[in-house]
Nanobody, 126 residues
Framework: QVQLVESGGGLVQPGGSLRLSCVASGRTFSSLTIGWFRQAPGKEREFVGTISKSGARTYYPDSVKGRFTISRDNGKNTVYLQMNSLKPEDTAVYYC???????????????????WGQGTQITVSS
């Protein structure tokens, strides 16, 4: 069973930056595609980016493209979400999620992922 733990959340001013980390337990991290999602109060969970198991492929929605970057270090069982030029509308609980994949591919739907972290709060406010 894979366990995912996010960290790095907090309060940041508009225009600022934060880096979230997602650390996974187990020896099969390099077989996992990792996705990042967020959920604001009263809203559905929203996709914010994904990285394939090798790290060669990434995919972002237009809402964060050019501002958010996902990377991974399979030697450390860790995926990072670098968030720049943050806006108040980025305020949400951020989750990382994982799924095993035979192919080096990316997935952008909530239902594509089986394993989820507990989430970390990001608040963008002055």
């Amino acid at each position: 069973q894979v366990q995912l733990v996010e960290s790095g959340g907090g309060l940041v001013q508009p225009g600022g930056s934060l880096r979230l980390s997602c650390v996974a337990s187990g020896r099969t991290f390099s077989s996992l595609t990792i996705g990042w999602f967020r959920q604001a109060p009263g809203k559905e969970r929203e996709f914010v980016g994904t990285i394939s198991k090798s790290g060669a492929r990434t995919y972002y929605p237009d809402s964060v493209k050019g501002r958010f970057t996902i990377s991974r270090d399979n030697g450390k069982n860790t995926v990072y979400l670098q968030m720049n030029s943050l806006k108040p509308e980025d305020t949400a609980v951020y989750y990382c999620a994982g799924r095993y994949s035979v192919i080096d591919f990316v997935f952008n739907l909530v239902n594509d992922y089986r394993h989820w972290g507990q989430g970390t709060q990001i608040t963008v406010s002055s």
